[in-house]
């Protein structure tokens, strides 16, 4: 079935600091793929999507390429701020089950002045 | 403003004394879908409707219900609830394409006591 894996945290960086959140997914064929972020005390927003291999989605600062061959779909950062503090969600959604969404854990990061 | 609504968005009860939650979205989406947060468990799906008259079951529907008798609502019912569902609460609608993005409501925190 589908599913989806992404590192567990919490992360802590100070700012300016490089980000990595992994992401690796489980699925046949071509899923599109998401990062949703939730600010404390906030419903979850879209971050980026990408909807076919190779393709990169990037806001914000943020970006994430999605790799087939690894089934990976890394989010990154080259500078966090202090704003960047909030819960990170890797999800996908596939055509072989009706277009279901499938959410990873949630990934926790605080940056620190 | 396109957005998901809930109500409300705190909520104390007892045990057994039976609640709804609504939630409605302005987009014309035809997918919805109910996830409960809990600490360490991250997003876990309870139901989902694909459409109008059209729901299923998702990861822990356990304790719930739900209908969709028109396409903007999509409320959650919790019959006689338990201290066990005590959580935050979230909607989601999307339109039914692979490429689209889920849009999450901000979210309903209940505490059953």
């Known amino acids: 079935g589908n599913s989806v894996t992404q590192m567990e945290g919490p992360v802590t960086l100070s700012e300016e600091a490089f980000l990595t959140i992994n992401c690796t997914y489980t699925?046949?064929?071509?899923?599109?793929l998401f990062w949703y972020v939730q600010y404390p005390g906030e419903g979850l927003q879209l971050l980026l999507k990408?909807?076919?291999?190779?393709d990169k989605g990037s806001n914000k600062g943020f970006e994430a390429t999605y790799r087939k061959e690894t089934t990976s779909f890394h989010l990154e950062k080259g500078s966090v701020q202090v704003s960047d503090s909030a819960v990170y969600f890797c999800a996908l959604r596939h055509t072989n089950t009706g277009n279901q969404f499938y959410f990873g854990t949630g990934t926790s990061l605080t940056v620190i002045p | 403003e396109a957005q998901v609504t809930q109500n409300p968005r705190y909520l104390i009860t007892v045990t057994g004394k039976k609640l709804t939650v609504t939630c409605s979205q302005n987009?014309?989406?035809?997918?919805m879908s109910w996830y409960r947060q809990d600490p360490g468990l991250g997003l876990r799906q309870i139901y989902y409707?694909?459409?109008?008259?059209?729901?299923d079951k998702g990861d822990v529907p356990e304790g719930y219900k739900v209908s969709r008798k028109e396409k903007r609502n999509f409320p959650l019912i919790l019959e006689s609830p338990s201290p066990n569902q005590t959580s935050l609460y979230f909607c989601?609608?999307?339109?039914?394409?692979?490429?689209?993005?889920?849009?999450f409501g901000p979210g309903t925190r209940l505490t059953v006591l």
């Open positions: 990408a909807t076919k291999a190779d």
């Open positions: 989601a609608s999307s339109s039914s394409g692979l490429y689209n993005e889920q849009f």
């Open positions: 987009m014309n989406h035809e997918y």
């Open positions: 409707s694909m459409n109008v008259e059209v729901t």
């Open positions: 699925a046949t064929g071509y899923p599109s």
